[in-house]
């Protein structure tokens, strides 16, 4: 009988676990597909860093800004350099995965296929690392994003917390620090200069583009053409092959 009474009863805390658990993430998913994030982990995450090393001066420049109000220019860019199957895949881009494990089992250098989705799940909530629970976490918050968001919230929320440069996050803070322009009025080039340096914003620099960050910019408008311009995200059609 003892034994069934701790059955019972670790039953009920196992269940009650699973019902906070998906009330703690569920809810705060839901709620930002309509609430604008003040900041994001991976914003604290950098200026916890930088403070910890002594740079007193660090400063996030981080200014929010609705899609609508940004260039259709700087969508398509992202997505060239990041996902390009972002407007049809869900969440996760099972052949990129595939195409780095395999390059990896060949001795290549194990690169990143994380979508733009992926991306917003890591960088809005979660810490830094590449531990199993973390990973396990992110494609759980993937899931939940890519049913809970349509597609332009998750690109609206990328475009503006992803970091372009040393406590620099979102295109707004981005072209306004380096064009001296809105975010709204960047052109194909500019917006192209933007996305070659989101791989590795720290040490990859528009201000100071260096040959392979110019090469990469030129390399990414001809992408950005070739996927059709930013007409590409208002539909689902399958890319052209162009990887």
Same mark, same amino acid.
């Given at each position: 009988?003892? #034994?069934?009474? *701790?059955?019972?009863?670790?039953?009920?805390?196992?269940?009650?676990?699973?019902?906070?658990?998906?009330?703690?993430? /569920?809810? +705060? /998913?839901?709620?930002?597909?309509? @609430?604008?994030?003040?900041? &994001?982990?991976?914003?604290?995450?950098?200026?916890?860093?930088?403070? &910890?090393?002594?740079?007193?001066?660090? %400063?996030?420049?981080? %200014?929010? /800004?609705?899609?609508?109000?940004?260039?259709?220019?700087?969508?398509?860019? @992202?997505?060239?350099?990041?996902?390009?199957?972002?407007?049809?895949?869900?969440?996760?881009? *099972?052949?990129?995965?595939?195409?780095?494990?395999?390059?990896?089992?060949?001795?290549? %250098?194990?690169?990143? !296929?994380?979508?733009?989705?992926?991306?917003?799940?890591? #960088?809005?909530?979660?810490?830094?690392?590449?531990?199993?629970?973390?990973?396990?976490?992110?494609?759980?918050?993937?899931?939940?994003?890519?049913?809970?968001?349509?597609?332009? %919230?998750?690109?609206? /929320?990328?475009?503006?917390?992803?970091?372009?440069?040393?406590?620099?996050?979102?295109?707004?803070?981005?072209?306004?620090?380096?064009?001296?322009?809105?975010?709204?009025?960047?052109?194909?080039?500019?917006?192209?200069?933007?996305? !070659? @340096?989101?791989?590795?914003?720290?040490?990859?620099? @528009?201000?100071?583009?260096? +040959? *392979?960050?110019?090469?990469?910019?030129?390399?990414?408008?001809?992408?950005?053409?070739?996927?059709?311009? +930013?007409?590409?995200?208002?539909?689902?059609?399958?890319?052209?092959?162009?990887?």
């Amino acid at each position: 009988m003892r #034994n069934k009474g *701790f059955a019972a009863w670790l039953r009920r805390a196992l269940l009650k676990a699973a019902l906070a658990w998906l009330i703690l993430t /569920v809810l +705060p /998913v839901l709620a930002l597909r309509w @609430v604008r994030p003040l900041s &994001s982990a991976y914003m604290l995450e950098a200026r916890w860093r930088a403070v &910890s090393a002594g740079e007193r001066a660090y %400063r996030t420049d981080f %200014r929010w /800004v609705p899609y609508g109000r940004i260039s259709p220019q700087a969508g398509i860019a @992202v997505v060239a350099s990041e996902d390009q199957t972002f407007p049809y895949n869900h969440g996760f881009d *099972f052949r990129a995965i595939d195409q780095a494990i395999r390059t990896a089992e060949r001795g290549g %250098r194990l690169r990143g !296929a994380s979508t733009i989705t992926q991306q917003v799940a890591k #960088n809005l909530f979660l810490w830094g690392g590449r531990s199993f629970v973390r990973k396990g976490i992110e494609a759980y918050l993937t899931v939940l994003i890519d049913v809970l968001w349509p597609k332009q %919230r998750v690109l609206e /929320v990328y475009l503006n917390i992803a970091q372009f440069g040393h406590g620099i996050f979102g295109v707004q803070a981005a072209a306004q620090r380096f064009f001296h322009e809105p975010a709204a009025r960047l052109t194909p080039a500019q917006a192209a200069l933007l996305a !070659a @340096v989101l791989p590795d914003p720290v040490h990859w620099h @528009v201000a100071n583009p260096s +040959p *392979f960050v110019r090469w990469r910019q030129g390399w990414l408008l001809h992408q950005m053409a070739d996927l059709g311009g +930013p007409a590409y995200l208002r539909h689902h059609a399958p890319p052209p092959a162009v990887r």
